[in-house]
């Protein structure tokens, strides 16, 4: 029996992982392959999960903890791929506050699972909006010190490194950033790509399909300093319904309440790492979010619905206390559905900090 190719796509929170792996699966797909995916996540209620699936793709979530710290379920949940249809490729998102993945993940898969897997290139994307800021040193980066190392560190392990969202960026910002990744990060290869308009994306389907020495970057990681950029974070995953005797558009509702949360965000200074909202209705749904304080609120899957009933999750990465956290989301839901006529339904809330990071497996020792 073949090995399953496993391809792990990293990066920080809002990256733009999940719209890089809908894509990948489309085209490995098209190519005859059958596709399965992984997400990661501190909890359960992920938005990511729920986009792909309402996209037809074989999703298995990983919830509880990262990648690292659950490895075990990891293999698990790609075993379970297997019983419906084995996959010849695995695409794997790793939780976007993660780092040292190749000696956690990568690693303990070659070794360990030898037979079962074909490790591919691991790619890190970067997210411009805070990692420009963060590449610079500027004094205000968005993020603690703390934070920002976890988000070096996510590119000191990478195989490649992908600047992400190029559609969005001026030339000369982009020709800025990859001077700065080449400067800081020289032996990684560095591409250009928008996920959303596929510009670029070529190249990067080139290079995750090559095979050779791979995963071999050691690297020396201080979990104290990560353990606080970690918990620096609030972390809320919220699953809720919203009714209107009228129907609304369901894609007014999702940027409302985006909006409403930056603002509302801004107002005390809490720097948002990712916003995310998906609402789904009927067969239909939509998808909004924010990934920086200093960027704008998006659609990134409009649904173009007009519904009275739709079940919504949202999902917030901010720094700030997870108590505070939960009063901003739900009084912006709350008044974003009130704008409609519509009342929502809480079903259930998790807020927290990220807990200290405790892998199963950790190799430092190169492959042989």
């Not at 809002?14 to 719209?19: D, E, N, Y």
């Not at 979990?223 to 005797?245: F, K, V």
């Given at each position: 029996m073949s090995s399953i190719r496993f391809l792990m796509l990293g990066g920080f929170l809002?990256?733009?992982?999940?719209?890089t792996i809908s894509r990948l699966a489309r085209h490995y797909q098209s190519q005859g392959h059958k596709v399965g995916i992984v997400t990661n996540d501190q909890a359960t209620d992920l938005v990511d999960t729920n986009s792909l699936r309402a996209q037809g793709f074989d999703v298995g979530e990983v919830p509880g903890a990262c990648f690292c710290c659950n490895f075990n379920k990891l293999t698990e949940t790609v075993g379970e791929l297997n019983e419906s249809a084995r996959p010849d490729i695995v695409l794997a998102e790793p939780v976007g506050s993660c780092t040292d993945l190749v000696a956690t993940v990568v690693r303990p898969l070659q070794q360990l699972f030898s037979a079962t897997f074909d490790v591919a290139p691991y790619a890190v994307l970067l997210k411009p909006s805070h990692g420009g800021r963060i590449l610079r040193g500027d004094a205000r980066g968005g993020f603690s010190p703390q934070a920002s190392y976890i988000f070096k560190k996510q590119l000191e392990e990478a195989d490649l490194i992908v600047i992400n969202r190029i559609d969005e960026l001026p030339a000369d910002e982009a020709e800025a950033l990859a001077s700065l990744l080449a400067t800081q990060y020289p032996a990684a290869p560095v591409l250009r790509m928008s996920a959303r308009t596929g510009a670029g994306f070529d190249a990067l389907v080139e290079l995750l399909a090559q095979r050779g020495q791979f995963g071999?970057?050691?690297?020396?990681?201080?979990?104290?300093?990560?353990?606080?950029?970690?918990?620096?974070?609030?972390?809320?995953?919220?699953?809720?319904?919203?009714?209107?005797?009228?129907?609304?558009?369901?894609?007014?509702?999702?940027?409302?309440?985006?909006?409403?949360?930056?603002?509302?965000?801004?107002?005390?200074?809490?720097?948002?790492?990712h916003l995310k909202a998906i609402g789904m209705a009927d067969g239909a749904y939509g998808v909004a979010n924010l990934v920086s304080s200093f960027s704008q609120p998006e659609l990134s899957l409009p649904s173009r619905a007009l519904v009275t009933q739709a079940q919504l999750v949202v999902n917030a990465r901010v720094a700030t206390a997870p108590e505070t956290l939960t009063d901003h989301v739900e009084r912006a839901v709350q008044a974003a559905c009130a704008a409609r006529g519509a009342a929502p339904t809480f079903q259930q809330t998790q807020s927290f900090r990220p807990g200290r990071p405790v892998p199963t497996h950790r190799i430092l020792e190169p492959i042989a």
């Open positions: 809002g990256a733009g992982k999940t719209t071999r970057r050691v690297m020396d990681v201080d979990y104290d300093t990560y353990a606080i950029g970690e918990a620096e974070l609030g972390w809320l995953n919220m699953s809720l319904s919203a009714s209107a005797r009228q129907p609304m558009a369901l894609d007014e509702l999702l940027l409302d309440i985006i909006s409403r949360l930056q603002d509302s965000l801004a107002a005390i200074d809490a720097e948002t790492a």
